[in-house]
């Protein structure tokens, strides 16, 4: 039986040949984006080449630095900085402090999908990794005022915003933003064993700067019934300028 510390101690050095092997000359990134997760996730962070170590042609592991991510299940996090060559690396993590350290890669990104601002949505699967999604969150694509749907749970989804109808594959595909007034009436649907369930029936208030992203997640368990949640967030305005 191999020993939990070797292996811990095998995935740390995969993760620094992987990096040392990582050619440095390809464009930087150069984006903000924030996170969410489908379910709780602890002792998540990013890696991020140091600015005095981008001119190095191999970089060593000692030459990035670890940025633990505070991930929120419930909506977006604080808004974070990548700047560096792809990819963006989303890591779990061991230790606190000075002796916090990489445990594995669980999740990567090429690129933005923004050059405003990306919504990374991380989603735990099989064996420790992570699917990711990435969403254009900037406020060109998602303005204040307007809902969009995202459905990860895997099922047909259906519903109601006020009087339009929608049908959501399974596939995990945001919406186009769709305009709102100072409330919404929303109601869902799934279909459970060929009939069709009412998951949520509710009133939503909205202000003119305010967006709602609703999102639909898997049973917890079977025979239980579909999740939604309700994201909001404020999209600051610019004030005029004064003459």
């Given amino acids: 039986m191999i020993r939990p510390y070797l292996i811990v101690l095998l995935c740390s050095l995969l993760w620094t040949a992987n990096l040392v092997a990582q050619e440095t000359r390809a464009p930087l990134l150069k984006f903000d984006f924030t996170v969410m997760a489908t379910d709780r996730l602890r002792y998540v962070a990013y890696v991020q080449l140091k600015p005095e170590a981008r001119a190095k042609p191999r970089p060593t592991a000692a030459d990035f630095d670890i940025i633990p991510l505070r991930v929120n299940s419930q909506g977006r996090s604080s ?4 700047e560096g060559p792809p990819p963006l690396r989303f890591v779990t993590t061991r230790g606190k402090g000075e002796a916090l350290a990489v445990d594995r890669v669980v999740a990567s990104m090429t690129g933005p999908a923004s050059t405003e601002r990306t919504l990374v949505i991380l989603v735990p699967a099989e064996e420790g990794a992570f ?19 995202l459905n990860l749970s895997g099922l047909p989804v259906s519903g109601t915003l006020d009087d339009y109808r929608f049908e959501l594959p399974p596939a995990p595909r945001a919406s186009a933003p769709r305009r709102l007034g100072g409330s919404v009436r929303v109601g869902v649907a799934y279909q459970r064993q060929s009939r069709p369930v009412a998951v949520f029936d509710q009133s939503l208030s ?3 700067n305010e967006r709602l992203l609703l999102v639909f997640l898997a049973p917890f368990r079977d025979g239980a019934d579909l999740r939604t949640r309700v994201v909001r967030d404020q999209v600051r305005v610019p004030l005029p300028e004064t003459p």
């Fill in 79 to 82: 808004l974070y900085h990548y």
């Fill in 131 to 149: 699917g990711l999604l990435a969403i254009d969150d900037g406020k060109s694509a998602f303005p204040a005022g307007h809902a969009r749907l």
């Fill in 206 to 208: 909205v202000s003119e």
